[in-house]
C-alpha cells in the first residue's frame, strides 16, 4: 500500500510534465485542428532559452522563485515569438489545405530545428547539463517521500489548465478561438481577425511548452536537441487519451500516462513500455472519443 | 404492396421526444410527403427510416422485412435510398465516381477477381459505368461527368444525390428538401424528375419539401408533423385547408400559390 | 494473353526493370545506387500500402511501420530459423525465399485484422494513437523474445532479396492497387473517406470495407517487411519505431495522398534525397527538413495529389494523368475538370 | 613485401557515424578523432608506403544510428569513393548491417566501439578496435565481487538496446557465477525514458551494494542523479558508454563522484599521453573511450596499408590480423576473431576526473 | 453610393465564375441579384466581403477601395454578411452564436436588445439558446444565420439565401425582417432564388447569368419582364 501510494505520487510527478505540455498541444489543435509535431521541440527551444539565458546572465548563482519564474516567462516569450513564426512561415500557407498537409510540414519543420540545432557550433551534439532553477526540496509525509518542485508543477499544471478553460470556456477571445476552429471564414465575417487568433493560439501553445520545458529540465537536467521528439509524442497520446481539443481532458490524459508508466515499469520492467500502450488502447476502445471528448455528434 | 412501412415508431434525445408515434404506410409507385415546420422532425424521421438512428420504441419494415438493429447499409440493400438536406455527396471523386461508388454493393464479381481483373471484372465494370450514365443523362449531368461533385452549382450537387440514390436500385427512394436552394424554374424541372422517377422508373417516393406549391402538385398524401406529432394527414385538399396546419406551418400560404 | 493484352500497362515496369538491369551490368549504375533503388522499392511498397489505408480509405494510421516489422520477423524466422535457406541450392532458396514473404505478409495480415476489427469504431486521431500504439506493442514484444534476438536484433539473415524480386514485388503492389482502387471495393472505399454516412447510405457496409482495406494494406507492409529483412539481413526492433511510420507518412503526403503514382514518387524522391544530400556533411538533414516544408508549402497535396501516370490507366478518382508525352509541357490537357485538390 | 605491390598515389578511406541523430555526440568525438589523424598524415606528408608518400583522404558519412542508412553509407564509401577500408560505425546495430555491405566487397571494416559480440561474426572483413560486451560485463562482475568485494548488486537497463541488454546479461551471468546475488535486475525501454523511479523504487527496496548501469549517455546522467535523488547509496558501477570527458558534470561531480566503470582505455596510461595532448589541443575536450577507439582503428588501418602484400581490400585485411602495433591503450593484436586481444581498464571518477584504478586481462 | 462594384472579375483556377459585372447599392435601398444555380451570386457576395479573391475590378464601400482587403477589417467597416448555406458555429450555443455576432458592438445595451429582438422573432431559438447549435435542424440554424445578421446590424447587411429551407410561415417572417431592418436605416443587398418574394421586397434588381449581368432594373419592372418570368418564376 505504501509503496503503491508512493508510486501513485511519483506517477503524477511525472505525469504533472506531460499535462503540461498537453495542454499546448490539445490547445493548438482544438483551434487549428493541426497535429503539430513540431510541439516538443518548442519544448526543447524552451529549455535550451533558459539555459542560455541563465548562462548568460546568471552564471553560478542559485535562483530566487522570482529570478527563475522571471527566467521561465522570459523564455516562455521567446518561444512564443518562435511558434507564431513558424506558424506564419510554415503552416499559415496551408490553412485552408487538408489538416495533414500541416502535419508533414510540421514533421519538416521539427527535423529543420533538431538538425539546425545539432549543426550551429554554439549548441552541437553534446548534451547539456541545465542549470538547477530551483532547489528542489525532498520531503516525507509519513514514509511518501515527496518533492517540493514536483508538486509545485502538479498544482501549476492544475491552474494553468482552469486559467486557460476559462479563458476559452468564458472570455471573449476564447469564444473567438472556437469560432474560428469551427468556421474560419464564417467568424471573420462576424469582425474576428483569424490571423490574430491563430497567432495567439501558437504563442500561448509555443510558451506552454516553453515553460513546461523549463520544468521538465529542471527535473530531468540532461539537455539535447532531441529531447522534445518523444515528449511531444507522448503529449500528442496523453492529448487524445484525454479527448484531444479539451484542456481538461489532456490534463487528465497526462496524468493517466504518466501514473501508468510508472505502475506498470514497477510491476513488470521488461514489457511496462508494451504494457502501458496496451492500457491505452483499452482506454480508448473503450472510449472511442477520449475520457472528457464529447461523442462527435454527427446531424444528417 | 406496401414498400416502407413504420409502425408506430419514436425518437428520444436527452429529455427532447424528437418524434412520437409516427406511423407510415407507403405502398409501390406511391408519392407522399412529409412537411412540417422546422425542427418538426421530418429529418429525423427519415433517420430512423434509413437506419441512421435506430428508432426507441416501434419498428420499421421493408419490402415486409423487418430491419430492427439493421445498419443503414443493411436498410439500403433492403431496397431504400435517399439523399441528405445537408448535401453530403463524395466530394473527392467526379460525379461519374459518385454514381459508380452506389453501385459498389451490387457489383458481382469477389475480392480476388477484383485484385486480379478476372472473372467478371470487366463486364461488370463496363456495365456499371454505362447504367451509371444512363441515369447521369436522364438527369441532363452527362457533360459534368468528370467534375468534382463539390464544384458543381448547388442545384446540380441535388440533382446528382438523387442520381446516386437512384443507383443503388432502391424500390422507395427519401427526399429531403430536393429543391431547397432553386428558383421557381429549377423547381419545376425537380418536379418533373422526381415525377418520372415515380413513373417510368417506377419507384416508391417520400419527400420532405418545404415549398409548398411543389408539394401540392406532386403528393398524393401528406403527413405533417409538429413537434414530433403527426399533427394532420391526407391528401394536399385536405391538408392545406386543415386550420392546425395553417397556423403551425402555412401561415398565409393556404393554397400556396408562390413559393 | 488475352489477360495481358488487357492489361498491357503493367508492361512498363519490368522495362524499367531491364533498363536498370542493363545500366547495372554495364557499371553505369553502381551498387551504392542500386542498393538505393532497393531501399527506395521497399518504401515504395510501405506507401503503397499506407495509401490503402490513409490515401483510399481515409484511415488514420500512424504506426504501420508495425506491420513491416510483422512481415519482417515472421519472413526471417521463416528463412533463417526454421528452414536455414542460407545453405540451401539456389532454385530451393528462392521457393523458400517466397514462402517467406507469404508468411511475412499472411503474419502482418493477421495483426492487421486483429487490430482492423476492434478499432473499427475509432475516427481520426483516435485511431491514429491506436495504430502507433499497437506498433509499439509489437516492438516491445520483440524485444523480450529470444528467439527472434529479443533487443540483441536478429542477424545473419540470408540475402535472398535482390533488385530483381524487390522490382517483381513492387510491380505487384502496384498492379494490385491500381486494380483496388479501380474496382467496386476501391470506390467503397473512396466513399468512406468522402462522407462515411452518405457512403453508409449508399448501401457501402462500411465497417467490412475498412477491414478488407486494413488486412490488404497490413499484408503488403509485411511483403515490404520480408524484402527489408532480407535486403538488410539485420533486424532491430528500434528499426521499426515510430519515427519509421512517420518516414512513411512523410512520402506518402508528400508524394500525394490518394495518388499511387505519388506514392511511389514520393517514396523514391524522398528515400534517395538524404543520399543526394551526403555533400552536405551535419546540415543534410537541416536540409532535407527544409527541403520538407518547401515541397508541402508549393505544393500542398503533394508532389503527384491528383495526378497519376497515364500508364496505369486508373479511372478513378477525378485524376489528371500525366503521360510521357505531357511530363515535360507546362500545361498538360486536362481529363478533368477540377481543381486538383483532394480536399479532406 | 612482394615485389608485385604497386602503391597509388592517393587513398580513400572511410569512416560512418551518427553525425546525427540520438548519438551525434559520438560523431563529434569520431571526427574529430580523424581530424587528428589527418594532421599527423599532413605532417609527415602522407603516409609512407615502403618509402612513397602516399595521400589519405578521409570521407566521413553520417548513419543517423539507423541501420539502413549505415549500409547506404557503407555502399557509398565503397562503390562511390572506392575507399580501401571503413572506420566505425560507432554502435553495434550499425556496425552489423553495413559490415554486410562490406564483407560482400571485401573491404575490411573495423567498428571502434561496436562492442556487441556479433559484430565480428558477420564475417572475416569485419573488426573491431574496442572490447566486447560479454567481456566487460564479466570484468565489471568481478572486479565489483573481488576488489570491491560486494555480494548484492543491482543493475537498471534498457532494454531496448542492443547494448545496454547485451551487458545486463553478461553481468548477472557472470555474477551470479561467483556467488554473489543480483537482488534486483530493472529494465526500462528506450532511450526516451527519463524517470526511473519505478525502477529505482524496486532497487532501493532491495538494498544492494552497488548499482550497475549500462546505459548510454543521455540516460546516465539522469540514471544517477535519480538513485541518489531517492537516497540510495549504493557504490555506481558503469562501462564505456560513460567514457565521456564531459560526463562527471554532466552527471553532477557530487552524484558520480566515486563510481567505478570499465573501459578498454585510459588516458592516464603512459603509452596515451602524447595522444591524449595532442587531441585534446585539437579538440578541446579530453578524448573518450569512443575517440581513441576511432583513432586507434584507423591506425590499424594505416598500418596495415603499409604492411599489406597488395594494397586492395584483401591485402589490408591480412595485414590487419597481423597487426603488431603500439597505440594509446597498449600494444594491439587481434584474435582469430578479429578482436583485439585488450584488457578491460577499471576507472574511478575522482575529484571530477576519471582515473585508473587497474585492469583485468582477458585470460582471467 | 454605399457599394459600387466594378468591372468584377473571380476566378476558381480554372473556372470563372464572375467575368466582369458592375452594379451599385444606393444607401437605404433593397437591391436584388437573381439568377439560376452556378451563375455567379454567391461568388459575388463572398468576394464584396474579402472571401474570395478578386482577379480583377473594383469594390469600393463608403467610398473606400474595399478590394481584397482581410474580411473583417471589412466587417468593421459595416458591412453584415449571411453566407450561404449557414455556417454557423456548430460547437457554439445558440446565445453563444449570437455573442460572436455581437463582437463588434460597442453597445452593451444594444446587444440585450437585439438579442431579445431574435429571440421574439424566432421563439424556437429562445427555446434552445443553451443547446449546441449542431443539433438544430436545418431550418433552425437558418433562423439563427439570419439572427446573427441582426445581432450585428451593420449599415449593408448581406443575405445570401436567407429563406433557404425554412417553413413557408417563417419565409414570410424572414421577409418581413429584412424590410423592417431595412425601414430601421439598413442596406440591404440580397441573393434568393425566391425570386417573386425577392423581387417583391426590393427596389432594384439585377439578373446573373453564368458570371454576367444580363439584366437590370427597377424590381417592379423585372416582375413583369417576360425574360425574367419564363426563366425564373416559374409557371
Ligand atoms: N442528434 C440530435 N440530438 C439532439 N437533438 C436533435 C438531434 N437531431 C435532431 N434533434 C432535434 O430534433 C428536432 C427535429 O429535428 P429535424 O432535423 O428532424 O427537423 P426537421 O423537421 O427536419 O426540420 P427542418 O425543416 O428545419 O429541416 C430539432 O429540434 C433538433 O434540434
Ligand atoms: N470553391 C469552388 N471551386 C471551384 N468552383 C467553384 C467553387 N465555388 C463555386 N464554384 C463555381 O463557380 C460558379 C459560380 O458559383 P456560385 O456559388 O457563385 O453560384 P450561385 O449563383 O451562388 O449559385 P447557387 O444559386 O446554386 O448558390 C459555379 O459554376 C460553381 O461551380
Ligand atoms: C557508443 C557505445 C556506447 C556503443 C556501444 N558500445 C554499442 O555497441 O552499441
Ligand atoms: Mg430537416
Ligand atoms: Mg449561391
Known amino acids: 500500500m505504501e509503496k503503491f501510494i508512493q508510486l501513485l505520487v511519483y506517477g503524477l510527478q511525472l505525469g504533472s510534465i506531460y499535462a503540461l505540455l498537453a495542454i499546448g498541444y490539445t490547445m493548438v489543435f482544438g483551434i487549428i485542428r493541426m497535429i503539430n509535431m513540431a510541439h516538443g521541440d518548442f519544448l526543447m527551444m524552451g529549455s535550451y532559452a533558459v539555459f542560455f539565458i ?173 529531447m522534445g521528439a518523444t515528449l511531444g509524442n507522448k503529449a500528442f497520446i496523453a492529448a487524445v487519451i484525454g479527448g484531444i481539443g479539451d484542456i481538461r481532458g489532456a490534463v487528465l490524459g497526462g496524468f493517466i500516462m504518466g501514473v501508468i508508466e510508472i505502475m506498470i515499469s514497477s510491476v513488470y520492467s521488461e514489457l511496462a513500455y508494451g504494457i502501458s500502450f496496451v492500457v491505452l488502447i483499452i482506454i480508448l476502445l473503450l472510449k472511442p472519443e477520449g475520457l472528457l471528448g464529447k461523442p462527435m455528434i454527427e446531424k444528417v | 404492396m406496401s414498400v416502407l412501412k413504420a409502425d408506430h415508431i419514436s425518437i428520444q434525445f436527452g429529455g427532447l421526444r424528437a418524434v412520437n408515434d409516427f406511423s407510415l404506410d407507403l405502398q409501390e409507385k406511391e408519392l407522399y410527403s412529409i412537411i412540417g415546420p422546422n425542427g418538426a422532425g421530418k429529418t429525423t424521421v427519415f433517420n430512423m427510416l434509413t437506419g441512421i438512428y435506430q428508432p426507441t420504441e416501434g419498428s420499421i419494415y421493408i419490402d415486409g422485412k423487418l430491419m430492427a438493429g439493421c445498419k443503414p447499409y443493411q436498410f439500403t440493400a433492403a431496397g431504400l435510398a435517399r439523399t441528405f438536406q445537408n448535401i453530403r455527396l463524395f466530394h473527392g471523386a467526379t460525379v461519374l465516381d459518385n454514381v459508380k461508388m452506389a453501385h459498389s454493393f451490387k457489383t458481382d464479381y469477389n475480392f480476388f477477381n477484383m485484385l486480379t481483373r478476372t472473372g467478371k471484372y470487366h463486364s461488370e465494370e463496363r456495365r456499371i459505368t454505362e447504367k451509371s450514365m444512363e441515369l447521369l443523362e436522364m438527369f441532363d449531368l452527362q457533360d459534368k461527368k468528370d467534375f468534382f461533385a463539390n464544384n458543381l452549382p448547388y442545384g446540380e450537387q441535388r440533382k446528382l444525390e438523387i442520381v446516386r440514390a437512384l443507383a443503388t436500385e432502391p424500390k422507395v427512394i427519401l427526399l429531403d428538401e430536393p429543391a431547397a436552394g432553386m428558383n421557381p424554374n429549377e423547381i419545376d424541372d425537380v418536379v418533373n424528375l422526381i415525377l418520372r422517377v415515380q413513373k417510368e422508373l417506377g419507384k416508391a417516393i417520400l419527400v420532405i419539401e418545404h415549398h409548398m406549391k411543389m408539394v401540392m402538385k406532386i403528393a398524393e398524401y401528406i403527413k405533417v408533423l409538429d413537434f414530433g406529432e403527426t399533427i394532420s394527414e391526407g391528401t394536399p385538399e385536405k391538408v392545406q385547408n386543415d386550420p392546425k396546419v395553417i397556423e403551425a406551418y402555412l401561415g398565409g400560404h393556404a393554397n400556396a400559390s408562390r413559393s | 494473353m488475352n489477360w495481358l493484352r488487357k492489361n498491357s500497362e503493367v508492361i512498363i515496369l519490368p522495362l524499367i526493370y531491364v533498363v536498370i538491369f542493363l545500366l547495372q551490368k554495364n557499371k553505369i549504375l553502381n551498387n551504392y545506387i542500386i542498393q538505393i533503388i532497393m531501399l527506395a522499392g521497399v518504401n515504395i511498397i510501405m506507401t503503397l500500402s499506407l495509401n490503402l489505408v490513409n490515401g483510399m480509405t481515409g484511415q488514420n494510421s500512424i504506426g504501420h511501420a508495425g506491420f513491416m516489422a510483422v512481415g519482417a520477423y515472421v519472413s526471417a524466422l521463416f528463412s533463417k530459423i526454421i ?53 509499439e506493442v509489437i516492438r516491445s514484444i520483440i524485444r523480450i523474445t529470444p528467439t527472434v534476438g529479443a533487443a540483441r536484433g536478429l542477424t545473419g539473415i540470408p540475402k535472398l532479396a535482390s533488385l530483381f524480386w524487390i522490382f517483381v514485388f513492387v510491380t505487384i503492389t502496384i498492379y494490385v492497387c491500381r486494380n483496388y482502387m479501380d474496382s467496386a471495393y476501391g470506390r467503397g472505399c473512396l466513399a468512406i473517406r468522402d462522407n462515411e454516412v452518405a457512403a453508409d447510405t449508399m448501401g457501402i457496409n462500411t465497417s467490412k470495407y475498412k477491414v478488407q482495406a486494413f488486412v490488404t494494406s497490413a499484408f503488403i507492409a509485411g511483403i515490404a517487411g520480408s524484402m527489408y529483412a532480407h535486403t538488410l539481413r539485420y533486424l532491430h526492433p528500434d528499426v521499426f519505431s515510430y519515427t519509421k511510420s512517420t518516414d512513411f507518412l512523410v512520402y506518402l503526403y508528400a508524394g500525394g495522398v490518394g495518388s499511387i503514382s505519388g506514392s511511389i514518387l514520393g517514396a523514391f524522391v524522398l528515400t534517395a534525397l538524404p543520399e543526394i544530400l551526403r555533400f552536405m556533411n551535419e546540415w543534410r538533414l537541416v536540409i532535407y527538413g527544409g527541403l520538407l516544408v518547401v515541397i508541402i508549402l508549393f505544393r500542398p497535396v503533394g508532389m503527384f495529389g491528383g495526378k497519376e501516370f497515364a500508364f496505369l490507366k486508373l479511372k478513378t478518382g477525378g485524376i489528371r494523368h500525366i503521360g510521357f508525352s505531357n511530363l515535360f509541357q507546362r500545361k498538360s490537357k486536362k481529363t478533368a475538370v477540377a481543381n486538383e485538390e483532394i480536399s479532406q | 613485401v612482394s615485389a608485385e605491390k604497386t602503391i597509388p598515389d592517393e587513398i580513400n578511406l572511410g569512416m560512418i557515424s551518427t553525425i546525427s541523430g540520438s548519438q551525434a555526440i559520438d560523431g563529434q568525438n569520431m571526427t574529430d578523432a580523424i581530424k587528428l589523424v589527418q594532421k599527423e598524415l599532413e605532417e609527415n606528408g602522407g603516409l609512407d608506403v615502403d618509402g612513397k608518400k602516399v595521400k589519405i583522404n578521409w570521407i566521413i558519412e553520417d548513419c543517423e544510428a539507423k541501420p539502413e542508412i549505415a549500409v547506404n ?19 553495434s546495430g550499425d556496425t552489423i548491417a553495413s559490415a554486410e555491405i562490406s564483407q560482400a566487397a571485401k573491404i575490411p571494416q573495423i567498428t571502434n566501439t561496436g562492442t556487441n559480440e556479433a559484430v565480428t561474426k558477420v564475417g572475416d572483413y569485419v573488426f573491431r578496435a574496442c572490447i566486447i560486451d560479454p567481456f566487460q560485463g564479466k570484468v565489471v562482475a568481478q572486479f565489483a565481487y573481488e576488489n570491491l568485494g560486494l555480494r548484492k548488486t543491482a543493475v537498471i537497463y534498457d532494454n531496448a538496446d542492443t547494448y545496454s541488454a547485451g551487458l545486463d546479461k553478461a553481468f548477472v551471468d557472470a555474477f551470479v557465477a561467483l556467488g554473489g546475488e543480483v537482488v534486483a535486475n530493472e529494465a526500462f525501454s528506450g532511450a526516451d525514458v527519463k524517470d526511473f523511479s519505478a525502477q529505482l523504487i524496486n532497487i532501493k527496496n532491495a538494498n544492494p551494494e552497488a548499482v550497475f548501469v549500462p546505459a548510454h549517455i543521455d540516460n546516465i546522467p539522469l540514471i544517477l542523479q535519480q538513485i541518489r535523488g531517492m537516497g540510495i547509496e549504493a557504490t555506481l558501477l558503469g562501462c564505456d558508454s560513460w567514457d565521456y570527458a564531459a560526463m562527471p558534470e554532466l552527471v553532477g561531480l557530487d552524484v558520480i563522484e566515486g563510481a567505478y566503470y570499465v573501459t578498454g582505455f585510459s588516458p592516464d596510461a603512459e603509452t596515451a599521453a602524447d595522444f591524449v595532448k595532442a587531441f585534446t589541443d585539437l579538440a578541446g575536450y579530453r578524448p573518450s573511450f569512443c575517440s581513441a577507439m576511432a583513432y586507434e582503428a584507423a591506425h590499424i588501418v594505416l598500418n596495415a596499408i603499409q604492411n599489406a602484400e597488395t594494397i586492395d581490400g584483401t591485402g589490408i585485411r591480412d595485414a590487419m590480423m597481423k597487426t603488431e602495433l603500439d597505440l594509446p591503450s597498449g600494444h594491439v593484436t587481434f584474435d582469430e576473431f578479429r578482436n583485439p586481444i585488450k584488457s578491460g581498464i577499471i576507472l574511478q571518477v575522482r575529484n571530477g576526473v576519471a582515473q585508473y584504478v587497474g585492469s583485468v586481462s582477458p585470460s582471467k | 453610393m454605399l457599394l459600387e462594384v466594378n468591372d468584377l472579375h473571380v476566378n476558381y483556377g480554372a473556372i470563372k465564375a464572375v467575368k466582369g459585372i458592375s452594379f451599385y447599392v444606393e444607401k437605404g435601398e433593397i437591391v436584388t441579384l437573381i439568377g439560376a444555380n452556378g451563375a455567379g451570386k454567391t461568388t459575388t457576395l463572398r468576394t464584396i466581403t474579402g472571401l474570395e479573391h478578386a482577379a480583377s475590378g473594383t469594390i469600393h464601400f463608403k467610398d473606400k477601395d474595399i478590394t481584397n482587403i482581410a474580411p473583417h477589417r471589412i466587417v468593421e467597416m459595416g458591412i453584415t454578411h449571411v453566407p450561404e448555406g449557414r455556417r454557423i458555429f456548430t460547437n457554439l450555443t445558440v446565445m453563444e452564436n449570437l455573442k460572436m455576432a455581437a463582437l463588434l458592438r460597442k453597445d452593451p445595451e444594444g446587444k440585450k436588445a437585439s438579442y431579445e429582438e431574435v429571440f421574439e422573432l424566432f421563439p424556437r431559438l429562445k427555446e434552445r439558446r443553451m443547446q449546441p447549435s449542431i443539433t438544430l435542424s436545418g431550418g433552425e440554424q437558418q433562423m439563427l444565420a439570419v439572427g446573427r445578421a441582426i445581432v450585428t446590424g451593420g449599415d449593408l447587411v448581406v443575405l445570401d439565401e436567407p429563406s433557404m429551407g425554412l417553413a413557408p410561415k417563417i419565409v414570410d417572417e424572414i421577409f418581413e425582417v429584412i424590410q423592417r431592418m431595412n425601414q430601421e436605416g439598413k442596406t440591404i443587398l440580397l441573393n434568393e432564388q425566391n425570386a417573386f418574394m425577392a423581387l417583391s421586397v426590393a427596389n432594384r434588381a439585377y439578373v446573373l447569368e453564368t458570371g454576367n449581368i444580363t439584366i437590370e432594373g427597377p424590381a417592379k419592372d423585372l416582375l413583369t419582364d417576360p425574360r425574367v418570368k419564363e426563366a425564373y418564376l416559374g409557371s
Open chain 1, 54 to 226: 541563465v548562462s548568460l546572465f546568471f552564471a553560478d548563482q542559485m535562483l530566487g522563485p522570482a529570478i527563475a519564474l522571471f527566467v521561465i516567462l522570459a523564455s516562455a516569450s521567446i518561444t512564443g515569438f518562435i511558434g507564431v513564426g513558424v506558424e506564419r512561415i510554415a503552416y499559415k500557407p496551408l490553412r485552408n489545405r487538408p489538416k495533414i498537409s500541416s502535419m508533414i510540414a510540421a514533421i519538416g519543420v521539427s527535423l529543420f530545428t533538431q538538425n539546425f540545432f545539432r549543426a550551429i557550433p554554439f549548441i552541437g551534439p553534446n548534451p547539456r547539463t541545465f542549470p538547477k532553477l530551483l532547489k528542489d526540496v525532498l520531503f516525507f509525509v509519513g514514509p511518501i517521500q515527496l518533492s517540493l518542485v514536483r508538486i509545485v508543477v502538479i498544482i501549476l499544471s492544475i491552474v494553468i489548465m482552469s486559467v486557460l478553460y476559462f479563458i476559452i470556456m468564458k472570455t471573449t477571445i476564447g469564444m473567438e478561438m472556437r469560432a474560428a476552429s469551427c468556421d474560419k471564414d464564417a467568424s471573420s465575417l462576424m469582425g474576428v481577425n483569424v490571423n490574430r487568433v491563430i497567432s495567439a493560439t501558437f504563442f500561448i501553445g509555443a510558451g506552454l511548452a516553453a515553460i513546461s520545458g523549463a520544468f521538465y529540465a529542471n527535473n530531468y537536467p540532461v539537455l539535447t536537441v532531441t
Open chain 4, 73 to 91: 553509407a557503407a555502399q557509398k564509401l565503397i562503390e562511390q569513393d572506392g575507399v580501401l577500408a571503413i572506420v566505425g560505425p560507432n554502435n
Open chain 3, 83 to 135: 528452414f536455414s535457406a542460407a545453405t540451401m541450392p539456389p532454385a530451393l532458396q528462392t521457393v523458400f525465399f517466397l514462402l517467406a514473404t507469404i508468411a511475412g505478409g499472411i503474419g502482418a495480415a493477421i495483426f492487421g485484422f486483429l487490430i482492423g476489427m476492434p478499432t473499427l469504431r475509432l475516427k481520426g486521431d483516435y485511431l491514429a494513437i491506436v495504430t502507433l500504439g499497437f506498433g
